[in-house]
């Protein structure tokens, strides 16, 4: 088996068939999701992993990268919107979120059709490029 290798200013968090969570040295939280079916298990698995990474390490940021993620059910969709960025904003602090265009349409009105819906959502941008992403996130 080969072994994961990651740069130096990343650490491996968690990962399962769904995702790959990745603590950032320069201060963020980065998920790169792989292009799979989406189980809402599996989902909410990625998602319990990100705050407990965000609770114990104090960070508030995330870069997710929705290049390659499947769109999601409405349940995972309502799921996401009601309970789990409340909570991130609640107990984390979750402060902005830089999200990497989903390649799939139909993944992009997903996505946006949850961003518009949070009530007291974090700042959040949409990027294609990776490292515009990453320069955003890390301002202010």
Do not use: K
Not at 46 to 52: A, D, R, W
Not at 53 to 63: A, C, M, P, Q, V
Not at 76 to 92: L, S
Not at 103 to 131: E, G
Request: hydrophobic share 40%.
């Amino acid at each position: 088996m080969l072994a994961l290798r990651y740069p130096t200013h990343e650490s491996l968090y968690f990962h399962n068939s769904l995702a790959s969570i990745i603590e950032h040295s320069f201060g963020y939280v980065r998920i790169d999701w792989h292009p799979v079916v989406i189980r809402s298990g599996e989902l909410h698995e990625v998602y319990g992993q990100v705050l407990t990474l965000l609770r114990e390490s104090g960070l508030n940021r995330i870069l997710s990268d929705h290049q390659l993620r499947a769109p999601l059910m409405p349940d995972d969709q309502r799921w996401i919107v009601t309970d789990w960025v409340p909570r991130a904003v609640r107990e984390c602090g979750y402060a902005r979120g830089a999200l990497m265009q989903a390649h799939d349409v139909i993944s992009q009105l997903t996505n946006r059709r949850i961003t518009d819906q949070l009530p007291d959502r974090p700042l959040i941008r949409y990027f294609d490029d990776l490292h515009l992403a990453e320069r955003w996130l890390l301002e202010a």
